[in-house]
């Protein structure tokens, strides 16, 4: 069964602190891998997208990893700000699903001032 | 990127009744896809909607329970059928352009 896992469930820091968010899929064979971000009651928030021949994205503070072979994918936020607070979506879209993407449980990220 | 928009953006429903949420792409797209994410929840593929053909349903959701309309290139629908408190959840869609997808702003359904 393929599936999608996001660790830790829930993580506090200071404002400030880099913000390491992990990710892991149970098949290799994928297409991409998305990061998303969700506000509460609000829909997602594409942030990087990483095709399955790349090893990492950046946009500004963001840096997301990618590595197949292990099933692993990891999200950096350098410098975290209060309003980094939301909750952290990986999303797999694999190979045998083209378009259908499998979403982890999140990461609720709390950066207190 | 595409900008989605959904009708309504939430609803309070009785038991038994039906509700149809709208999706509208700013461009013209080949796949729609609507998801449900219920309370504290991730979310979990309901259906794909192709225009032109039948939507093409998850394991665990039925066309009887989950109508789905798409007579066009830009807009699709979602039916939530004979309701019960268990369908409360928040339901959106989103498509693909390119490699990334992108997400509506929710419908967030309350059913009493």
């Known amino acids: 069964k393929q599936e999608v896992t996001q660790i830790p469930a829930a993580l506090s820091v200071p404002e400030g602190e880099n913000l390491v968010l992990n990710c892991s899929f149970t098949d290799s064979a994928i297409y991409n891998l998305q990061w998303f971000r969700q506000d509460p009651g609000k829909g997602l928030t594409s942030l990087l997208l990483?095709?399955?021949?790349?090893r990492e994205q950046t946009s500004g503070r963001l840096n997301a990893s990618l590595d197949k072979s292990s099933g692993r994918s990891t999200l950096y936020i350098a410098a975290s700000q209060p309003g980094d607070s939301a909750t952290y979506l990986c999303?797999?879209?694999?190979?045998?699903?083209?378009?259908?993407?499998?979403f982890g449980a999140g990461t609720q990220v709390v950066v207190t001032p | 990127s595409a900008v989605i928009s959904q009708k309504p953006s939430r609803d309070i429903c009785q038991r038994g009744t039906s509700l149809t949420i709208q999706c509208q792409v700013d461009s013209q797209v080949t796949m729609m896809f609507w998801y449900r994410q219920q309370p504290g929840q991730s979310l979990t593929l309901i259906a794909t909607?192709?225009?032109?053909?039948?939507?093409?349903?998850e394991s665990g959701f039925v066309i009887d329970k989950f109508p789905i309309s798409r007579p066009n290139l830009t807009f699709s629908t979602l039916t939530v059928s004979n309701m019960s408190p268990e369908d409360s959840s928040i339901y959106l869609c989103s498509v693909s352009e390119g490699y990334e997808q992108y997400f509506g702003p929710g419908t967030r359904l309350t059913v009493t």
């Open positions: 909607a192709n225009q032109g053909s039948e939507a093409t349903y």
């Open positions: 990483i095709q399955s021949s790349q």
């Open positions: 999303a797999v879209e694999y190979a045998d699903s083209w378009g259908k993407f499998q």
